[in-house]
Structures are given as C-alpha cells and as structure tokens.
C-alpha cells in the first residue's frame, strides 16, 4: 500500500496525535469512515487510529484506492459525531469546547464514576440524579441537549418542587439512622459565600450498623446579626428534637467563634472545639511573626501574578509548580503551599527578577529560612490533616500528636540556623493555642488514649493524666449503670434513693461498680497493639459489656467540624452565579441530597418512580 501524506499533514499528525492501540484489542471506534462529500460521498475503511492529546478525539488513516492517507475529519467518542478539521487543530479545539461536548463528557464522567453504585440507569433516571448530586442549577434539566438524549423530563418548577418532597422522606431515612448511633455528635459552622450570604450548616456524626457514619442535616441562610449564642441554641434543640437524638446526643463541634462557646460551653451541650480550627489559627500566628520575612513573598506573589513569563521559566527549568499562590489567613493551607511553591522555584525566581530587571529582595539565606521553615509548617499540615478526618478513633491521637508537636518542633529549632531567633515566642503561642484545646477536650482526650488499643497514643501520659482519664472513664460507666439500672453492687449497698442523691454519687465518684473492674482488666490485660480500634471493641463487647460502650461512644467522637465545612465546598456549585435566588427549602434539599450522595443513591434507586414516573 503506498503512503500518501503531505509533509504539512504529517507535522500536524505528529504534532498533537499519538498513534491508538487499544491494550485489549478492542478498538471501540468506527471500521469505516462516513460519507466525505470531497470524493462523491464515498465510504471508506479505516486503516488505523491517532488520539488528539488527553481527549477522546481521534483521527484515522484510511485507504482511498490502495494509498494510505489522512481523512480530512476527526472522529468524537464522546459525542459520536465527526468532525471536520481541514487538518488544524482549531477546528478539534473549537468542537471540544461547545457546550454539546462538554455537557456530554461530563455526563459520561459522571456515569461511569456512578456505574457500580446505581447500575441499570436509564435515561430519564439518570440525567435527574446527574442534576442532583453534580449540583447542576435547576435550568440544566430543560437544557436542549438534555431534551434531545430523553424528551421526558420534568420543568425546572416541576422539579424543583418534587426535589422538596423527596428530600422530605429522604430526611424520613436520615432520622431512622441517627437516633440509632451509640452516641451522636453535631458539628456546627458558618460560612459565608462570595456575595456576602451567610449560612449556617450542621452535619451528625456517630456509629451506626457498627460503621462510623456523617449526615448533613441542616443548611440554611441565616442574617449574620441574628446568629446570637441564643439563636444558635435554639437551632440545636430543634434539630436534636427533629432528628430524635435526644437519647444519644452526646456533644458539639465547632470553632472558637465568641457565639459558640456562649452558646455550647456548658453541660448541656458538652461542646468540644474544632482541633483543625485552632491550629489555623496557629498559623496565623506563626504567618504574623515572621511578616517582615513574608512580605517579600507576598511582594513576589504580585509581580508574577498571571505572569505567561514565570510560567514559561518554570516549565523550561522542569518545576513541578508554574506559579506561587497567596496567603489567605482563613485557609491554612495556603500559606504551606506558597512557602513550598517559591521553595520549588527559587531559581526560576531569581530568573524572572534578573530579566525584568528588579532588585531581587532574595538572597541564599533566604532560601535556608524558607526551607527551615516549610519543614516546621509540615508538622502543622500534618496534624491538621490528620484531624480532619473522619476515622474512628481520631479522639484517641489528640494527646500524643499535641505531645510530638511540641517536642518535634522544639527540635527542630534548637537545630535551625533561622527559626531560633524567635523560639520564645513560637513556644508561647504553641503554648498557648494548645492549652485552648486542652483546655475545651479536658480529661476527654486522656480517656480517649487510653481506650485505644495501640498503647504507644497513652504511653506518655503523666501518672495525674492517666489517673484523670480513668476516672473519667468509670464516671461515665457508672453513668451508664444508672442509666440502665443494672449496678451490679451488692443489693446492701446504699445507690441513692433520690436524684440528688444519685447525681451527688456520681459527682463525687462514690464507687458503684462491679467486684470485676472493667476499667482495671483492660489496661492491666496484655497490649495486643491493634491499631483498628473499631474491630478492637466491637470483638469486645461480651468481656467488656459497658466499658465498650463507653470506648464506642468516645472514640466516636470527631475532632474538627471538617464534615460541614466540606459541605461549605459543595454548596459552592449549588450557590453559583446561574442560582443565586435558590430558595430556602430547595437549597436545604438540595444540600442533603448532594451532602449525603451514598445513602441518597440507595433511596433514588428504591423511590425514583415514585416522583419521577415514566411516560409511555
């Protein structure tokens, strides 16, 4: 067969098309191409595939009369079209970039990421929970290529208002599971989005079905002013009420707003402050000591700011990094992404600053402190991230992770050629910032560490520590007692006749427990080092009835408000410029359907006919 390809029709092939071969054999693409107007409509075979970059559009070589040649048009899987491309790239982008591909990409992304959890999805079925969980405004689903893939759809009214109803019973599901949680913890924030609305959001977090579960419950709109400690109260008792959890509500979450801990410092609510909240604020601190050093970064930040320049210096010396963010004191991570972005750069930096002719405020001493100081921020990252998440047993890491930051850290300065200069003052607000989190969790995180079954979270405990967490811990399993009505003390010893009396005994650790001390038999028992604390207590239960119980509900606990704040993350698409008069009743809807996406696919795949029944 002879070859017949112009050299421009090469450079263009070679340019931006790799030759496709699929690694199964299977090549899911046309054998044949349609019919091309320029050779009298004629078909022809095709011979092999070239995929344009990272996108599925593809060029074929076919065979006109025994020679090999590149067909004029390019063939797109995604919406199974061919488009014409005069062998310019333009023409590929331009396609790639109409709404018609880009709303079927995502859609296909959306499909095959949903195919295992909601399998069998028909049309109509599927592009409505496209809407709901990818957080689409409302008007997507009168969207023309939408009609065109499936005419039976409901109006945006239609199903704005059926989303209000489903959330309803769906709510119905969320409550069945929340007032069964051994123990249910309410994480509480405020958010405020780019048009200065503020909301309020609530996520419940506790075990269930002996797997650690998280609902978003509640997110409204609120009036910023109005979010008293009063207010805030209310909220909680209704929702407590609503849900049902007043047998197994066991505490909050939040920051340190001045309205929260009105609010939720007390008995009543046993609120616990947001550990990753804290030491963003930490951070803040730290960012404040050393502002004279950071300006210059921030000074930097402006000059190469949408800079095509820096960019194209980062690229030709092979950076992993092609420009250096800002510092923005209520998101952590950003002042440890722009310490390691200029880390990466540094000699591109010098570059830019040689060629545009500025007075570099950087020397090599600079690039010592900076590299001190990412390392010392690592430890912060860390632990931040570390209590962001939502594992059981998180409670349990507080002591040691506090304990190994203060001792890395001090380490690490005393070594340091730069960071020593302020040790004083690091040390105090180290300090200080942990004492908070002490200060709010108390004897809590002693218990908790001495709970978990892998020992080395206890092993640095103080005797008055670990004296602490164990009487907390048989306070509360004489709680439990009570609760039941099952003290296992002998009948002629005196409980209480009264509830005075029985709140006295309890306050004062008057002994009421079993000749077989539970609390004793574990720590005294052989560590078996398990570090899945879960599976721990719950093969436990039978040798350690109430003390289990108690490793549950504590080591349930979680220890950021991180759960609503993702939620934050999501009300963002919801919230777009396209829905900015979303309703109260619709937004909340809305946020606990895409809040919640597992268990809203599993009552979609159960309920969707009911409000969405099909046509014929």
Same mark, same amino acid.
């Given at each position: 067969?002879?070859?017949?390809?112009e050299?421009a029709?090469?450079?263009?092939?070679?340019?931006?098309?790799?030759?496709f071969?699929?690694?199964?054999?299977?090549?899911?693409?046309?054998?044949?191409?349609?019919?091309?107007?320029?050779?009298?409509n004629?078909?022809?075979?095709?011979?092999?595939?070239?995929?344009?970059?990272?996108?599925?559009?593809?060029?074929?070589?076919?065979?006109?009369?025994?020679?090999? !040649?590149?067909? &004029? @048009?390019?063939y797109?899987?995604?919406?199974?079209?061919?488009?014409?491309? +005069?062998? /310019? $790239?333009?023409?590929?982008?331009?396609h790639?970039?109409?709404?018609?591909?880009?709303?079927?990409?995502?859609?296909?992304?959306?499909?095959?990421?949903?195919?295992?959890?909601?399998?069998?999805?028909?049309?109509?079925?599927?592009?409505?929970?496209?809407?709901?969980?990818?957080?689409?405004?409302?008007?997507?689903?009168?969207?023309?290529?939408?009609?065109?893939?499936?005419?039976?759809?409901?109006?945006?009214?239609?199903?704005?208002?059926?989303?209000?109803?489903?959330?309803?019973k769906?709510?119905?599901?969320?409550?069945?599971?929340?007032?069964?949680?051994?123990?249910?913890?309410?994480?509480?924030?405020?958010? !405020?989005?780019? &048009? @200065?609305?503020?909301?309020?959001?609530?996520?419940?977090?506790?075990?269930? +079905?002996? /797997? $650690?579960?998280?609902?978003?419950?509640?997110?409204?709109?609120?009036?910023?002013?109005?979010?008293?400690h009063?207010?805030?109260?209310?909220?909680?008792?209704?929702?407590?009420?609503?849900?049902?959890?007043?047998?197994?509500?066991?505490?909050?979450?939040?920051?340190?707003?001045?309205?929260?801990?009105?609010?939720?410092?007390?008995?009543?609510?046993?609120?616990?402050?947001?550990?990753?909240?804290?030491?963003?604020?930490?951070?803040?601190?730290?960012?404040?000591?050393?502002?004279?050093?950071?300006?210059?970064?921030?000074?930097?930040q402006?000059k190469i700011?949408?800079?095509?320049?820096?960019t194209?210096?980062?690229?030709?010396?092979? @950076?992993s990094?092609?420009?250096?963010?800002?510092?923005?004191?209520?998101?952590w991570?950003? $002042?440890?992404?722009?310490?390691?972005?200029?880390?990466?750069?540094?000699?591109?930096?010098?570059?830019?600053f040689?060629?545009q002719?500025?007075?570099?405020?950087?020397?090599?001493?600079?690039?010592?402190?900076?590299?001190?100081f990412?390392?010392?921020?690592?430890?912060?990252?860390?632990?931040i991230?570390?209590?962001?998440?939502?594992?059981?047993?998180?409670s349990?890491?507080?002591?040691?992770?506090?304990?190994?930051?203060?001792?890395?850290?001090?380490?690490l300065?005393?070594?340091?050629?730069?960071?020593?200069?302020?040790?004083?003052?690091?040390d105090?607000?180290?300090?200080?910032?942990?004492?908070?989190?002490?200060d709010?969790?108390?004897?809590?995180?002693?218990?908790?560490?001495l709970?978990h079954?892998?020992?080395?979270?206890?092993k640095?405990?103080?005797?008055?520590?670990?004296?602490?967490?164990?009487q907390?811990i048989?306070?509360?399993?004489n709680?439990?007692?009570?609760?039941d009505?099952?003290?296992?003390?002998?009948?002629?010893v005196?409980?209480?006749?009264t509830?005075?009396?029985?709140?006295?005994i309890?306050?004062?650790?008057?002994?009421?427990e079993?000749d077989?001390?539970?609390v004793?038999?574990?720590?005294?028992?052989?560590?078996?080092?398990?570090?899945?604390?879960?599976?721990?207590?719950l093969?436990?239960?039978?040798?350690?009835?109430?003390?289990?119980?108690?490793?549950?509900?504590?080591?349930?606990?979680?220890?950021?408000s991180a759960?609503?704040?993702?939620?934050?993350?999501?009300?963002?698409?919801?919230?777009?410029?396209?829905?900015?008069?979303?309703?109260?009743?619709?937004?909340?809807?809305?946020?606990?359907?895409?809040?919640?996406?597992n268990?809203?696919?599993?009552?979609?795949?159960?309920?969707?006919?009911?409000?969405?029944?099909?046509?014929?």
């Amino acid at each position: 067969m002879i070859t017949n390809m112009e050299s421009a029709h090469r450079r263009f092939l070679s340019s931006s098309f790799d030759e496709f071969i699929d690694p199964n054999g299977i090549i899911d693409l046309p054998s044949k191409t349609d019919e091309d107007s320029t050779h009298e409509n004629r078909i022809f075979n095709i011979i092999k595939w070239f995929k344009y970059k990272n996108n599925d559009i593809y060029i074929p070589i076919i065979d006109i009369d025994g020679i090999e !040649t590149l067909y &004029t @048009k390019a063939y797109c899987k995604v919406c199974k079209i061919w488009v014409i491309t +005069n062998f /310019k $790239l333009f023409f590929i982008d331009q396609h790639i970039n109409t709404k018609v591909h880009q709303n079927q990409a995502s859609i296909n992304q959306y499909q095959n990421s949903i195919a295992n959890l909601s399998p069998s999805l028909n049309n109509k079925k599927f592009l409505i929970l496209y809407v709901l969980l990818e957080g689409k405004p409302i008007i997507t689903i009168e969207n023309r290529y939408f009609r065109e893939i499936e005419s039976d759809l409901p109006n945006r009214q239609n199903l704005s208002n059926t989303i209000i109803l489903m959330a309803n019973k769906f709510t119905d599901l969320i409550t069945s599971f929340t007032q069964k949680m051994i123990a249910c913890y309410l994480a509480l924030d405020e958010w !405020t989005d780019k &048009t @200065k609305r503020h909301f309020l959001g609530v996520t419940c977090q506790g075990l269930l +079905n002996n /797997k $650690l579960e998280n609902f978003v419950i509640y997110f409204r709109k609120i009036e910023a002013e109005q979010v008293t400690h009063q207010f805030l109260q209310e909220k909680v008792n209704y929702l407590i009420s609503f849900f049902n959890i007043k047998n197994n509500f066991a505490g909050v979450i939040s920051d340190g707003a001045s309205n929260m801990t009105a609010a939720f410092d007390n008995n009543r609510f046993n609120r616990r402050c947001c550990i990753c909240h804290v030491l963003n604020l930490l951070l803040g601190d730290i960012h404040e000591i050393f502002s004279e050093r950071l300006d210059d970064l921030a000074f930097l930040q402006s000059k190469i700011k949408n800079s095509f320049q820096f960019t194209k210096m980062c690229e030709d010396l092979n @950076k992993s990094i092609t420009k250096i963010p800002s510092f923005t004191p209520t998101r952590w991570y950003s $002042l440890i992404q722009m310490i390691h972005c200029f880390n990466n750069s540094y000699d591109a930096v010098l570059k830019y600053f040689f060629n545009q002719k500025i007075e570099s405020p950087f020397s090599g001493d600079d690039l010592v402190f900076f590299q001190e100081f990412e390392l010392f921020l690592s430890y912060f990252k860390d632990a931040i991230q570390l209590f962001e998440s939502d594992e059981f047993g998180q409670s349990a890491k507080i002591f040691f992770e506090l304990h190994s930051i203060k001792d890395s850290v001090s380490v690490l300065i005393d070594n340091s050629q730069f960071l020593k200069e302020k040790k004083k003052e690091i040390d105090s607000l180290i300090e200080s910032r942990m004492k908070i989190i002490t200060d709010s969790w108390g004897d809590l995180i002693y218990s908790a560490a001495l709970l978990h079954p892998y020992t080395l979270y206890s092993k640095f405990l103080s005797d008055d520590e670990r004296s602490k967490g164990i009487q907390l811990i048989k306070k509360m399993i004489n709680e439990e007692k009570l609760k039941d009505g099952q003290s296992n003390k002998k009948e002629t010893v005196f409980s209480g006749e009264t509830s005075s009396q029985k709140d006295f005994i309890i306050r004062h650790m008057l002994e009421i427990e079993d000749d077989s001390d539970e609390v004793e038999q574990f720590l005294h028992s052989s560590p078996v080092q398990e570090k899945d604390a879960l599976k721990f207590w719950l093969q436990r239960k039978d040798q350690f009835p109430y003390l289990s119980k108690i490793a549950l509900k504590i080591l349930s606990m979680p220890t950021s408000s991180a759960s609503i704040e993702r939620t934050f993350s999501k009300a963002k698409e919801i919230l777009g410029e396209k829905q900015l008069r979303t309703g109260d009743d619709l937004l909340e809807s809305r946020m606990k359907i895409i809040g919640n996406k597992n268990l809203f696919l599993q009552f979609y795949n159960d309920h969707w006919l009911e409000y969405f029944p099909v046509n014929k």
